[in-house]
């Protein structure tokens, strides 16, 4: 969808910025642009819609070499987000939105109409955000406006610029998370730039880790931590990538533990012998159409003396995550709540549960997964536990 091939920058001066650049972005994909300061990632990005010109090399959207594009029209079928995001100060949030709609010829109403969907799409009620102005939203907000905006016209291509980079780091996680969500929705062609390998990791379905006006590694976030190209890229990625990889690896219903359930309206009684006799401390708690509800100690279900239904006993359950949530999710939940372990729903239906040996095996087999590129669960492994 977005093709270089052979791209150098040169500017005037005489700094190459980029230098014999080729890789492709593919439709529906999300590619990070990650390195540090200065290594030219805003150099490649803004060439892709012609605020810069390659000195030689072509760029390709769509199939077609923009070269031969008017640089307006090429444009407007590029939504773009940039940090200090642009937004026109005395016009309302609703027009901001419409501008890209509006300069391609929409009537004022259905502009307006499209204008509000997307601030709807991007958690702004338009009723509320559409008439006030930039100064009147937080830094956030005004973010998700940026979005919307560059979604207005439906463009089959982003180009985002550190887009989550002039927030607070709580808001800059929500952001991102809120942008995966659409984007899972609109499947846009996506180029991002960070300089957070972090971020790159967590947004991009792949990295081009850059270094000094070349590519050194483009690949899958998994492969970056795995398996770096290059010194340079193992020390750009760092240390602690083990611990990045929580972030990108997802719970797998294989990774969990089944431990011992009871029914809400259950006698406690025999849900107490059931514990006893499986030499268990504790049993999950489900609802009648084997939804979550909390968990019961077998101290507590004891102490019912025979009385009573495991509910009178049971206590909500505070840890818990999604299938497919990242194992950083699961365990930001553990520390949070101070639990041994979080129970992982499927819909609104009890999976299982991932305990801290778990979540290392599953981390464990991510890493020997992407080193000799298997899928997670034929990965041969002796866990801790086993020995
Ligand atoms: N107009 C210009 N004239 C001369 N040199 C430039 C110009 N614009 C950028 N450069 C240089 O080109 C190189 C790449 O810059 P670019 O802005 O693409 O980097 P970047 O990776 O996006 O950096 P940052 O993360 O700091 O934004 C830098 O050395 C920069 O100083």
Redesign the pocket.
Known sequence: MIRFEQVSKV???G?T??DGLSFEVREGELVTLV??????????MMMVNRLIEPTSGRILVGGEDISGVDPVKLRRRIGYVIQQVGLFPHRTVLDNTATVPALLGWKKPRARERAAELLDLVGLDPQVYGPRHPAQLSGGQRQRVGVARALAADPPVLLMD?PFGAVDPVTRERLRHEFLNLQATVRKTVLM?T?DIEEAVLMGDRIAV?GQ?RIEQFDSPGAVLGTPATPYVAEFVGADRGLKRLSVTRIEPADLEQPPVARLDEPAAGAAGRLREAGANWAVVLGGGGELHGWVSADALEHAGGRGTVGDRARRMEAWVPVGAPLKQAFSEMLQHDAGWVAVVDGSRFAGVLTPAKLHEALRRSVDADAHGIARDEVEFDSVSDA
């Not at 390195?35 to 490649?44: E, R």
């Open positions: 500017y005037p001066d700094t910025a980029v390195g540090p300061s200065g290594c030219g990632k805003t150099t490649t550190e730039v300089h850059y006006g």
